[in-house]
Every structure is written in structure tokens, then in C-alpha cells.
């Protein structure tokens, strides 16, 4: 994905689920207050530093030794502290000593560091906010904010506690809130069977009872269906079959996994960070499951030959024969060698996926399409009108539409490039991802979440501008 | 030259008279044998006309009269048992116009010419098999089952020919052969379990694509889920499917199998369907037969026996309870699981919502969709009149709105290949059968093909209480 486009989703992040802060972006000027409440100026924040050495700040600022032991009162002892970098506007110093500061002449911009306990507990805490939020800028473009139609309990600013809970429909039409505590979920997929840590989950959906609909849905995003079983894990006093989970007065509470109709994990801070990304692969299977995973050995097998990866861009399955798109532009076409492509899971296991299964594979990491994937040439194709009373409700498709018989009137969007999108403004969010896609050229795709009867699918939109 | 002199000569022709008499009529198998010629062993002999009445292995020699123990002396034949039949032998009088007299007989076999204990061996193994006929599954998937309909013996020297499962692949190329394997491990929402080959009569890999297989017992039982070849020690690697065929051992990978049609093996339904055993219908469509565990239900603090029991309806982990005798309660389960060994072989628990209903009464195990009818009408098909047994749309009105669909095919009527050649057609027949005043059927199964690889089940039944 390239960095505009990154942009824009972020801004649709920003929009709509952080809307105190523009932390990509430069920060605005605004007014600072001392501790005691006295007019520090107006100021843009340029940086928050836990651990400045204290010797560089005496050589900043003038550090008394009163100003050194009052530092050391509010807990700034030691060769480090905490400081604040500003951009201040101060008025410039008059040319006579004597003379009395011109009011209307231009400030000059001044940047200063302070000790964070200099500040006002108000600015304290935007100071503290504003760092929380650009730390984990990076995780909140990643992480998966919306699955199954369903937004995932996320905190999105620094002085909300965690969200303690994960929601557990049950089939009865009920809804819990708890901490599941069964640490892995067991997938019998028509291309294998393994385990999947609850931690590299986002949802788990328990199909209609019949068998092979039940779906994992990966931290990434990822796709995997088949028949769920939850394995026993004494650890967490878990018998086979069964959901526990702890509520929030702390009771724990056991559920057949019959009853259960879906689980929406909670957001967790670490969960991107253990993904097995590197040099992985998008594999899209023929029967809708979608996963990232690496070739074994980092190479296709194609007949004789041994095709590094890394020079594919992308593979498409056509009637058994690999059809190889190099990133040089050229073509391969062959057999895999091997009935079963071996491959590790950036979720974590390792499986064999047997050749005729494979639908595609997307090298290239700028393209993740999830769904069906359309391809567009311009926006006319791809207009969409929505029902006026209810917000992302299609109303009708038309046959020119490339979404003709992939959507249908009634079908509810409810989320592009996995953020909620927002179809009250002037400019929705569908129009502002279609501008990116043919009047920016910011973006080459976008994923559209789709809920039907209850049930939710994907499609991704391409461009092909020629 | 007369015909039971055709009848000795021409042993192909002879049996394939009594095989179309036995399965044509099956149901009439016990009804009486015709008079025929019986020719003696020594052709010095002039034939009589006799009817079989019946065979035994174990002939008390002591019964035969003397002049067949002073024969079989004479003959050398020793052991006080032997093997005999008892023939209704008509005695001429002495003018032709008057009734031969008809006087019963036992008699050594050995006796008998080589094609009379030939004609009498072959009644005696279709009479033996005349119940085992009438039960195998000899469709399935409308496909017929290789089946056994002769008596195995040396024809001109030769072994009667081995009997062959049929292997389809995904390529659509067909084979036949013997397959090798002898486990196939589904996991189904309610439990996962190996089922023996001996107890299945199909098996149907990835039928749609969630990736879902179907296996169907010699008892019709459908259970699907993901299936799995285990592997097996000097038989297969996991996942490969391993037959013998004329061109040797091959080895198949599961995927690209697309079903397989075992043949009727003689012991296959042995042990199946006894007392105590219930026939479950789950929320996911399969059907299997089970024995619940001592015989007993526990339901609502207490336990019911079975035999008690006409069938238990279960709806939001109620169970609705009819008995035999007319009565009915509504209770809970007692436990979660509900201990089961399927007849076909594992036991399991299964979790009360996977049930729908259980129907304990061993006359009444319906078979699919179960459609109850008042009148042949309610039952009626229209067929697409260029294309035998295809269904054309039903109506909105019709018994069958949202169970068939245009385009579908019926590929077996009550287990048999239907005929829809015929002026009156198999379906026609059997739901005339449904409904006839005198000797009603007690249910009709049709099987129904949809598309290449969709297979399911009607069962007709009379509407309780519409009784003809």
C-alpha cells in the first residue's frame, strides 16, 4: 500500500473513530499553561521525551538548584527526565531596552524544551495522549477495527482503561461480555487440520450447525473455514467442546460450543506484533478462505524448476497449471511438482495445501484483496446509490455496474478497508475512496464488508487504469 | 426335444429364469414353486413332474424310505445326514383325464440329475437370500451396486466373476476394482468417527464446497462432514485411496475421487437394525441409525425404555415424547450428550441439539425429507416428458414446493432402479402401491439427483390417521 493511500485510510481512522487528534500530521499551535496555571504562550508540541539528559536541559534552559530540587519533589530525579519539546510564539524582543513590546508585530517562533512537570496537569495529559496515539499510529492503520460486520472493542485513546472484554454471541440471539479463556481454537479445514491461537484471532464464527461453515477470522484479516472444534486445555480448566470465559465480576461461566454463535475478540496491543509476515504470500483458495502464509522455502516448484518467490508478483491456479505473473513482467506456466504446496501460516501453523485447491497467490504485497474481486476502469461503473433513510444500504444495482449480481438491493456496506465508513457527510467515504482510486491515483483497490441477511462478505474493488 | 430338456442343457437360460422370478417378484419368493420335470440321475430314468417343496442340508437318512437307503448304499453314499428335498410328486391315474394323484416325497439329492440339484441348490441360496434381497441397499446414489444374484459356482470351470466396487474421479473417468481401504474417518458437527467399509454402500468426497463428504451406510445412513483416509499399515498412505483393478493395485490421491459405489457384500448388514436400535434425524440433515446407550432414554430426571417409545420430537433442547400407547410428555434432556452406538459401528455422545427427532419404532425409519400424504394426488409428479423421471417445476401448491426443484431426477424408487419407460412408470406404481386398499405400502423411497454431485431422499408416508 502506498503511503497516500495510507493516508487516506488513516484519515478515515481519524475521522471516525479518533477524532481528537491529527497525529500524522503537524500539530497546531494552541495554548500552554504553566503548573500553577500561568500563560505559557501559544505553542505547537514537537515532541515528548521520557528520558532527556538532564545535563543537555541545563544547558537549554536556566536550571536553579531550587528549580533542580523542586524537579527532584515531583518524582524528575536521577541524570534523565521527562521533557516537552514546543515551537512557542514569542513577541519579539523591542530594539530599545526601554521600549514596551509591540502588540501588533509578527511573533517569532521560538522552540524550547521543558520539563514535563513545568506543564499544567491539562496539558499533562494532552501531551501524554498525543504520545500514546503516535505510538501506536502504525498499530491502528494495521490492526483490524471492524470484523464480521462488527466493530472490535478497541481503546483508542490513552486515559480509556483496556477494554476488558470480548462479546460472545450465543445462538438464543443472547450477547456476553467476558474474557475467553480457551487459548486455542482447532480447525478441521478441507486442506488440513491445526490450531489457531485465540491471541492471532479477531473472531471466530460458529456456522449454521451443518458443518464446514465455521469460520476463523485472523488478527490479519485472514480466512479459514471448516469444522471448529475447541480443544480441552487444562490450564484454563477448559473441557473439550466447551467456551469459558471470566465475566466482569470475575466469574468464570462455561458455554457448549453449540450455543455459541460468534465471538468479536476484543483489540489486544501485541497482537500484530508475533504475525509471521515476513516474505509471506497472500494464498486465496477456490473455496473462498484467504490466508498470508510463506512458501515453504521461499521458492515454487513448477515442473523442474525452482522459482524464487521473491520474483513472482503473482500466481493464478487455471485448470490445475500454475500460471506464474514474474515481477519482471514475464509469464511461467507449468505444474507444481508437488501434490501438496507446503506452507507456514502467519498465524502461526504449518500446513499442506493440497495444488488443486490453490485459487491464487498474491506476492506482491501491495495487493491483499479479500472477497470477490471486481476490476473497474473508471468510477462510472462502480456508482453506487444509497437508500436516503438508511446510511449504506444499497438500494439497487444496476447491470452496467460491475458489482451487477455481486450486490444486491438491500445489502448493507459496512466497512471500507476495514474502518467504518461514513455515508452522512457531503462526501462519503465511498466517494473519497473512488477519488483516490481515479482521480488521485492514491490507491489501486479498496475493500468493501458487506453484510447480507446477517451474514457478512467481501469484495475488492481494483483499478485498472489502463 | 421338450423344454426340461432345454432347461438341462441351456444353465444360463435356466438361471436367468429363476433369478427374474426371484427378483422380479420378491415379494412373492415363498409362494409355491411350480410343478416341473425332475430327472433322475440315471438318465434310464423317466423324468417326474413334482413340485420343490423344500431343501435341507440335514436330512435324517432314516426318513428317506427304504428304497433310497437301500439306493444310497448301493451308491456308496455313507453319513446318517444328508442332503435331501421334499417334492410334491403328481402321480398319474390311470386315465389321463383324471387327476394325478399328488403325494409328498424326501428325497437323497444325490439322486437327482446335475441341473436338478443345480435348480434346487440355486432356489435354496436366493430363497436364503430372499430377506437379505429385499433389506441391501442395491441403488445408491443412482447408481446400481454390484450385487451377487447367482449362486457362486464353476461356470463351464471358470470362478464366477469377483464382484467390483466402481471408483468415479474428478476427471470423470470411471474405474472398477476392489477398494483397499478399510477406514473412513468423518468429522461431522456432532462427533468425528471411522466407519469400516464393510458397513458402507457409497461414499461421496467434497460434495460441495465447504469441502463436505457424504458417507451412506448399507443401512442408508447418511452422515457428512470432512472425511479423512487414514492411513493404514501395508494398505495406503493417508489421504490416497488405494483398489485393485485389472491393471493391478492403484493409488488414487482423496481429491481426486469424486465417489465411490461399493458392491453388496453378503455380510453387510449383519448385526444392523436389531432391537433397541433408533433412528436419529439431525439438525444437519444426516440420519443414522444408533442404539441408545442400555436401551433407555434419560429424559426428565428418569430414564424411558425405548421399546416404550413411538418417537421424541426435540426442539430447543425440549424433547416432545410419543408413546406407543397414544401418550406424550415434554421434558428436558437429563445430560447434554446422549451416549450412542451407531449401528454401523462407533459410539459416540451426541449433543442434544443436534437432534430433530428419534423415531424408536424399527418399522418407521424414513429416509430424507419425509412428505405425508393423503391421497395419491398429494404425491403426484409431473415429468418433463423428454427426459424420463426429470421433474419439472413443482408448484407453489404442490407437496413438494422447496424439496424438488426443476430439472431434478429421480434415480431410485424403494431402492431400485426406477423405470420410467414403462406405460405405468415405477413412481406411478409404488404410489399406487402407497395407497392400496388391500396390501398398502408401508412408505415410498425415492432418491433424487440434483446437479452432478447432489444426492438426497424422499420418504412417503400415508398422513396418520388416513388410513386406506
Known sequence: MNPSIFKMRLLSVLVFALPLFSVSGEEDFRQWRYFNDADMGEGKLLEYNTAYPLEDLTKEIQLTEDRIKWLQEQGQSGDFVRVVKLTLKVPPKPKEPDAKPDPKAEPELVDVTYPFTYFSSADQEYVMDWDWLRQREPFFKKCLHIVLGEERGIRKSRPEPEPNFDVIYLRDGSKKRGIVQNTSFSLHAKYGRFAVSRDKLSAVQFGDGKGGHDLLVGVNNNRLSGIIDLPADSGVGVTANHLVTTNESGQSETIRKEKLSRIIFRVRPNELTDLNLDGSALVRLKNGDAFDARVSGGEFKIGTRRIAAAQVSSVEVIEGRANLIMKSGGKEIGDFSEADLPMELALGPSINVYRAYVGQIYCDSNFRPVGKILTASEPRVLTLSFERDKPGVLRSVSRSSVYYEVLEKGDRIISIDGRIPDFDSKDTTYELILESLFEDNTATYFVLDVERDGLTFSVTVRANNG | ?468
Open chain 2, 1 to 468: 426335444m421338450d423344454w426340461i430338456f432345454l432347461l438341462t442343457m441351456n444353465l444360463t437360460f435356466k438361471r436367468k429364469l429363476v433369478l427374474l422370478y426371484f427378483l422380479l417378484v420378491p415379494l412373492s419368493f415363498f409362494a409355491a414353486e411350480p410343478f416341473r420335470d425332475w430327472k433322475n440321475q440315471n438318465p434310464k430314468f423317466k423324468p417326474i413332474e413334482a413340485q420343490l417343496l423344500e431343501y435341507s442340508e440335514a436330512f435324517d437318512r432314516k426318513k428317506f424310505s427304504k428304497y433310497y437307503q437301500d439306493w444310497l448304499g448301493e451308491a456308496g453314499i455313507d453319513g446318517d445326514i444328508l442332503p435331501g428335498v421334499k417334492l410334491r410328486v403328481k402321480i398319474p391315474q390311470g386315465r389321463k383325464k383324471e387327476p394325478a394323484e399328488e403325494r409328498d416325497y424326501e428325497v437323497p439329492l444325490a439322486v437327482l440329475s446335475e441341473s436338478d440339484k443345480d435348480y434346487i441348490l440355486d432356489w435354496h441360496w436366493l430363497r436364503q437370500r430372499e430377506d437379505f434381497f429385499r433389506k441391501c441397499l442395491k441403488v445408491v446414489l443412482g447408481e446400481s451396486r454390484d450385487i451377487r444374484t447367482e449362486r457362486p459356482r464353476l461356470d463351464d470351470g471358470q470362478d464366477p466373476p469377483p464382484l467390483e466396487d466402481l471408483i468415479y474421479l474428478r476427471n470423470g473417468s470411471r474405474k472398477r476394482g476392489t477398494v483397499i481401504n478399510n477406514n473412513y474417518s468423518i468429522h461431522t458437527p456432532y462427533g468425528e468417527f471411522v466407519v469400516g467399509k464393510g458397513r458402507l454402500a457409497a461414499v461421496q468426497f467434497e460434495v460441495d464446497e465447504a469441502g463436505r463428504s457424504v458417507l451412506t451406510g448399507v443401512n442408508s445412513n447418511r452422515l457428512s462432514g470432512f472425511l479423512d483416509l487414514p492411513g493404514e499399515a501395508n494398505v495406503n498412505e493417508p489421504n490416497f485411496l488405494v483398489f485393485e483393478s485389472n491393471n493391478g493395485k492403484e493409488s488414487v490421491r482423496k481429491e481426486e475421487v469424486s465417489r465411490i459405489i461399493f458392491q453388496v457384500r453378503e455380510d453387510e448388514l449383519d448385526g444392523l437394525g436389531t432391537e433397541g436400535s433408533v433412528s436419529l434425524r439431525l439438525a444437519n440433515g444426516d440420519y443414522l441409525d444408533a442404539k441408545v446407550y442400555e436401551g433407555e432414554l434419560p429424559v426428565g430426571g428418569r430414564s424411558v425404555k425405548v421399546s416404550e417409545v413411538d418417537r421424541v420430537e426435540v426442539a430447543n433442547g425440549q424433547a416432545t415424547v410419543f408413546y406407543k400407547d397414544g401418550g406424550r410428555d415434554n421434558w428436558t434432556f437429563a445430560e447434554d450428550d446422549l451416549p450412542l452406538a451407531l449401528d454401523l459401528g462407533p459410539a459416540f455422545s451426541v449433543y442434544h441439539g443436534h437432534l430433530k427427532k428419534m423415531y424408536c419404532d424399527t418399522a418407521f425409519r424414513p429416509l430424507g425429507f419425509l412428505i405425508e400424504a393423503s391421497s395419491e394426488r398429494d404425491v403426484s409428479i409431473s415429468f418433463d416428458r423428454d427426459a424420463p423421471g426429470r421433474v419439472r417445476s413443482p408448484s407453489s401448491s404442490s407437496t413438494y414446493y422447496g424439496i424438488l426443484e426443476e430439472g431434478d431426477k429421480i434415480v431410485s424408487i424403494n431402492r431400485e432402479m426406477p423405470d420410467f419407460e414403462s406405460r405405468d412408470n415405477s413412481f406411478d406404481k409404488a404410489v399406487d402401491d402407497l395407497f392400496d386398499k388391500k396390501e398398502p405400502l408401508p412408505n415410498v423411497e425415492i432418491g433424487i439427483q440434483r446437479g452432478e454431485n447432489q444426492f438426497f431422499l424422499i420418504t412417503l408416508v400415508r398422513k396418520q390417521g388416513d388410513d386406506v
